[in-house]
């Protein structure tokens, strides 16, 4: 569902802030 989509996008947002530090 939305949720899963969700969860996914924030994974994503986090690995790419984690790279940058």
């Known amino acids: ?3 899963e989509n969700l ?3 924030t994974i994503s ?3 790419i802030f984690n ?3």
């Open 7 to 9: 969860l996914q996008f």
């Open 13 to 15: 947002l986090t690995s």
């Open 1 to 3: 569902m939305q949720a």
């Open 19 to 21: 790279s940058k530090q």
